[in-house]
């Protein structure tokens, strides 16, 4: 299965905090903001904790929220195998940033 936005969040989550030991986590980011108001971006480093808000945008909010999480493919295997069966005609430092 292809991952969905609740698997994508739960990596950019630091599981570290948790009490996990692992330190392998993908790194993450979240690109803010409001429509018509260039000087309104903002940028948020990841990982991020499990408290913070992060949704996708709704008609109230006027913040538009745009995560981004690097080598999504190394953590969900299924992702991986979509990708080498669909674009595994490409070489691998050019399929990095799909």
Same mark, same amino acid.
């Given at each position: !299965? %292809?991952?969905?936005?609740?698997? &994508?969040?739960?990596?950019? %989550? ?5 009490? @996990? =030991?692992? /330190? !392998?986590?993908?790194?993450? +980011? %979240? %690109? ?11 940028? $948020?480093?990841?990982?991020? @904790?499990?408290? !913070? ?5 709704? /008609?109230?909010?006027?913040? &538009?929220?745009?995560? &981004?999480?690097? @080598? &999504? $493919? ?17 070489? +691998?430092? +050019? +399929?990095? !940033? =799909?």
């Amino acid at each position: !299965d %292809i991952p969905c936005w609740s698997d &994508v969040m739960e990596l950019a %989550i630091d599981n570290c905090s948790n009490g @996990d =030991a692992e /330190e !392998d986590f993908p790194t993450s +980011r %979240i %690109i803010q903001h409001i429509p018509s108001q260039l000087d309104s971006f903002q940028l $948020d480093l990841g990982p991020f @904790d499990s408290n !913070d808000e992060i949704l996708p945008v709704d /008609e109230f909010n006027q913040v &538009v929220q745009t995560l &981004v999480v690097n @080598d &999504v $493919d190394r953590f969900i295997t299924s992702l991986s195998d979509w990708m080498d069966a669909n674009f595994g005609f490409l070489p +691998r430092w +050019r +399929r990095d !940033d =799909a």
